[in-house]
């Protein structure tokens, strides 16, 4: 599956009112969600695509290059409904039965979810909720708790799950006051001592209620490498802009165009050869994950951990493409309407997620090393 070429451009030509609303735009959302961009990690029981990982990072990787913003969101709206592999299907079926059904969510267990006689009392307030505003329903990470104390796992570990929750049940706080990614609407959303039914709820470090080989694939190594598909679409189209930028452009009194220079040749070419190999690696590893997956049902330690320093190198060199586009860009990309503005300050909003940032690095070089690790997020 991918977008539309007509989509594709009436993403890119709308990036700055996204900018300027702080959101994906309703009705550009509700397009998207027509063409099926939110359900591409969905099960095919459910009416989802259920696509091989690399599928999907490719499908990301594309809008984001009409758009970061809008990639990131199709990114957020997959990777929950990935999370409905994980609900009962009588639950998982309520929420996938609106076929432009969006859902959103955070991981993180910024809530606290207090055990009663007919479920959970949930109390919390979750920032970075990406694309909140056009959804349907919300994921929300929370410390299960009994009696006023944490529940915990036989390890002493604390029990952390996620919660769904109706859209209209959910306080969305306008905090997205931000440089990059402005149009994901990332803000806050709260609850305050919500009901939630106790078959609402999600473990995804437990086995999943679907069986297909892309639910036993890592579920927050999926995540990263989603991440980094809109990084990857993101410094390709950085790189895209200035080389027209660059053959356009002419010294006063000039012959020759700015892309006429070796200098500028030199980083142009250092640029693709970064890019295309941070890409490369990433679907190689991608590739190899997915195999495993297929063949014995898992994905052992190590790949995990490969998965995850392919998906943190390609958003940071992702980063490193678009600082050199902006460079080669001149005084033009300083202003806000020039893309490569949007493109530079997009591509390092990315290294500030969990999933992807320089610690990953260390998590993945202990497996590397043999050193005793808890893969409990890879």
């Known amino acids: 599956m991918t977008a539309s070429a007509p989509l594709l451009a009436e993403i890119a030509a709308r990036a700055a009112e996204m900018e300027e609303a702080r959101r994906l735009p309703a009705d550009l959302a509700a397009k998207m969600a027509a063409e099926g961009l939110f359900r591409i990690a969905m099960p095919r029981s459910l009416g989802g695509a259920e696509m091989p990982p690399s599928a999907i990072v490719r499908t990301i990787e594309q809008v984001a290059e009409a758009d970061a913003s809008a990639g990131w969101c199709v990114m957020i709206g997959a990777t929950t409904n990935l999370s409905l592999a994980w609900l009962p299907p009588a639950v998982a079926g309520e929420v996938a039965a609106d076929p432009l059904v969006i859902t959103g969510g955070v991981f993180a267990p910024m ?3 207090e055990r009663g006689e007919a479920g959970w009392r949930v109390t919390g307030r979750w920032s970075w909720a990406s694309g909140s505003a056009n959804c349907r329903w919300l994921f929300g990470g929370c410390l299960l ?8 796992l036989p390890d002493g570990r604390p029990d952390t799950r996620m919660l769904l929750f109706p859209r209209e049940a959910v306080e969305l706080i306008d905090s997205w006051q931000v440089a990059g990614l402005k149009g994901t609407g990332s803000g806050d959303m709260a609850v305050r001592d919500l009901a939630v ?10 086995p999943p209620v679907e069986q297909g080989a892309l639910y036993l694939f890592p579920v927050f190594g999926l995540l990263a490498l989603g991440i980094a598909g809109v990084a990857s679409g993101n410094a390709r189209a950085a790189l895209e802009t200035v080389k027209q930028a660059l053959a356009a452009r002419r010294a006063p009194g000039a012959a020759k165009s700015a892309a006429e220079r070796a200098t500028v040749q030199v980083e142009i070419a250092t640029a693709e050869a970064r890019l295309s190999s941070a890409r ?6 991608l590739d190899r994950a997915w195999e ?41 990309a300083l202003f806000l309407e020039n893309p490569l503005q949007r493109r530079f300050r997009d591509a390092h909003a990315m290294t500030q997620h969990v999933m992807v940032q320089p610690a990953t690095l260390e998590l993945a070089g202990r497996v590397l090393l043999g050193l005793p690790t808890d893969a409990t997020m890879l």
Not at 145 to 152: F, R
Not at 198 to 204: E, G, K
Not at 280 to 285: D, G, K, P
């Open 280 to 285: 490369a690696l990433l679907f190689e590893t």
């Open 111 to 113: 809530g606290r979810a």
């Open 197 to 206: 039914p106790p078959d609402h709820m999600v473990a995804l470090t437990a």
């Open 145 to 152: 708790m009994e009696g006023g104390k944490p529940i915990l």
């Open 292 to 332: 495993r997956a297929n063949a014995s049902g898992e994905v052992d330690l190590e790949t995990r951990a490969r998965l995850r320093l392919a998906a943190t190198h390609m958003v940071r060199t992702g980063a490193d493409v678009a600082r050199a586009a902006y460079d080669l860009g001149g005084g033009a």
